[in-house]
């Protein structure tokens, strides 16, 4: 049984993964967490990478929990297994849920993987598939510029954001890939212009696939409602706005700064 | 008489900014840090930018050095003062002797700045360029994709660049500004796309702006051979690449990584 559970993400966009995790378990209490004053991850070195990681992990653990999710695609893609050694408390990563989603709908045997460049060098997603089917094609994509284009405001459907995920969806559409999955947490902002440009590809969003998985270990619960603590390590002049990109539904002026943990 | 400085950017593109000293002061020994763990500085607050700049600083302090400039251009705008008044050296960033030269380019009366968000947030430039006369017409433009473009090896020539360019530049085009700051060290490698929008302004790269200005200060040197030692706050996969970007002749593998300052 889950009643407390800490989340944290390199920046903000880990929302989109709490917000499916609150659907699921809306009466679970959550901490979560965002490292913005050192955020992006995903163009960072495996150690830099797993050195914020447990910085991060260190603060979650104040609060009793009785497991960690990492909502960020590079930290579960490179760090987790010095996570799940080193702390003492059950870790949940993005990956292996999501790949079991889309092993199921890979029909043709075709599976794509978007994510950082830290992710996509990281091959996890591309072991966890073939673990799960060692003839599954897996065709994987870096596309580093989504999360500066989300960020920055730009729609899915502004001419940039079209040229740009055009570029990155063309080895997909070469491929006939059945399942897309979206490996980091901004992707689900721009998954209808993934979609337009894909029509028959399944859209895998992570956050949803974690969130099913959860409910078949420990049970989902229909009734409740928990609170949820929001800690940021800065506040910068775009965070309302960047806050509003991830989900509508949280309130910009009730996530507190925390920072005496970043050294 | 200058022998040995130290320079420290956000990451890497303040070699854009060493080149022009190192043309100007070939004899001088220098130390640079980019700090590559913690970069972009750009979108932070201004606390946090000033943190990482004391960080900086307090490590360059170990060489012994006559001065240290600042080559980025968010902690120039943000954060010299502090820094001034803290640290027993002199500090240099790059705002005043580009604003100087802006000036006295702008027939018409109408400067133009663009540089990251919390550039453009601070006022710095305004402040300066108002000081050296009141009546000038400024206009700012936070152009926080460039640096990313940049990054990601998308040439100034790309579909995507001269989109992302051409709504970017649109103020200063409708404005005819005689004079556009390149106010952050990445856009001298967008210069020619700046350019091709612009033809009749007069592109104002802060390095060598600093590097004149330095030169009237302390007499510039013909001769002689200075040793710079460079080190980043971490290497990621795509460092090499990255260095190429923004100078060519920096070997990557004479930089060496130095993380124990930042806690």
Known sequence: MLQRIGVFDSGIGGLTVLRELRRVF????????????????????????????????????RFGLDAVVVACGTVS?????PLRKEFPVPVYGVIDSAARLAEASADAGAVGVIGTRATVASGAYERALHALN?????ISQACPLIVPLVENGVAPDDPVAEL??????????????????????HYPVYRSAFQRLLPQT????????LAEFLREEFGGCTGGEGRTEYYVTERSAAFDETVRIMDQTVDPSSIRVETDFLG
Chains 1, 2 share one sequence.
Do not use: K
């Open 26 to 61: 809306p009466a679970l209490d959550m901490v979560y967490l965002g490292d913005l004053a050192r955020v992006p991850y995903g163009g960072r070195s495996v150690e830099t990478i797993t050195r914020y990681a447990r910085d991060d992990m260190r603060f979650l653990l």
């Open 77 to 81: 893609s490179n760090s987790l297994e």
């Open 134 to 138: 060692p003839r599954l094609r897996v």
């Open 164 to 185: 740009v995920c055009a570029r990155y969806m063309e080895p997909f559409r070469r491929e006939r890939t059945d399942a897309l999955i979206l490996g980091c947490t």
């Open 202 to 209: 399944r859209m895998i969003h992570v956050g949803e696939a």
